[in-house]
């Protein structure tokens, strides 16, 4: 049971990784985290809200909407400065440094989302994501990129809050953006 006193809702806001010598910005990242334990940072997760859509839509159309949508969100992790973690196979996960970049990752692809759908057997294809701020272990393991603790628990807990084309974000990462913005 989830105390509500710990989460604020904000709703619908209206690259080619890159290299650092021989490793690609997120395995560098996970390098130093892994050394450090424990580091403090914004984790974003978004899930795509209807997989019955997805499925009901045939494999083919199912893995192109599903890349489509992990294009656009690497795209925009990159663009705000975050570390992409890896695919969850109907989602994602990523990690900021500062909750600002996250939450204009997610409101840059609700918005990519409305302003140009992904078609799924004519339906359009829905975005659920959680933003939390907290400690993050990060990992390098034989499958890749990884993070885990309490903090990247509650962030999916919010995901599953946020109803489709929303962004629920917990109080915890709303008093880390600029005053002005929360």
């Not at 907290?134 to 034989?142: A, D, I």
């Not at 999916?156 to 629920?168: E, F, N, S, W």
């Not at 600029?178 to 929360?182: A, I, K, S, T």
């Given at each position: 049971?989830?105390?509500s006193g710990l989460?604020?809702?904000?709703?619908?806001?209206?690259?080619?990784?890159?290299?650092?010598?021989?490793?690609?910005?997120?395995?560098?990242?996970?390098k130093t985290?892994?050394?450090?334990?424990?580091?403090?940072?914004?984790?974003?997760?978004?899930?795509?809200?209807?997989?019955?859509?997805?499925?009901?839509?045939?494999?083919?159309?199912?893995?192109?909407?599903?890349?489509?949508?992990l294009?656009?969100?690497?795209?925009?992790n990159?663009r705000?400065l975050?570390t992409?973690?890896k695919?969850?196979?109907?989602?994602?996960?990523?990690?900021?440094?500062d909750a600002?970049?996250a939450?204009?990752?997610?409101?840059?692809?609700?918005?990519?989302?409305?302003?140009?759908?992904?078609?799924?057997?004519?339906?359009?294809?829905?975005?659920?994501?959680?933003?939390?701020a907290?400690?993050?272990?990060?990992?390098?393991?034989?499958y890749?990129l990884?993070?885990?603790?309490?903090?990247?628990n509650?962030a999916?807990?919010?995901?599953?809050?946020?109803?489709?084309?929303?962004?629920?974000l917990?109080e915890?990462?709303?008093?880390?953006l600029?005053?002005?913005?929360?």
């Open positions: 049971i989830l105390d989460f604020a809702r904000i709703w619908v806001y209206e690259h080619p990784q890159r290299i650092l010598g021989v490793l690609t910005r997120d395995q560098a990242t996970a985290w892994s050394a450090q334990k424990a580091k403090q940072a914004t984790i974003l997760l978004a899930d795509i809200a209807s997989p019955s859509t997805t499925k009901g839509a045939g494999n083919l159309f199912a893995e192109h909407a599903a890349n489509e949508f294009d656009r969100m690497k795209q925009s990159d705000n975050g992409f973690v695919s969850t196979g109907d989602g994602a996960i990523a990690v900021f440094s600002q970049n939450l204009d990752c997610a409101a840059e692809l609700q918005r990519s989302l409305s302003e140009r759908p992904i078609l799924v057997g004519g339906m359009p294809l829905e975005v659920r994501i959680g933003i939390h907290g400690l993050v272990n990060m990992t390098q393991s034989s890749g990884d993070v885990f603790g309490s903090d990247v509650l999916a807990r919010l995901t599953d809050l946020a109803k489709p084309g929303q962004v629920a917990s915890t990462a709303r008093l880390a600029p005053e002005d913005r929360r």
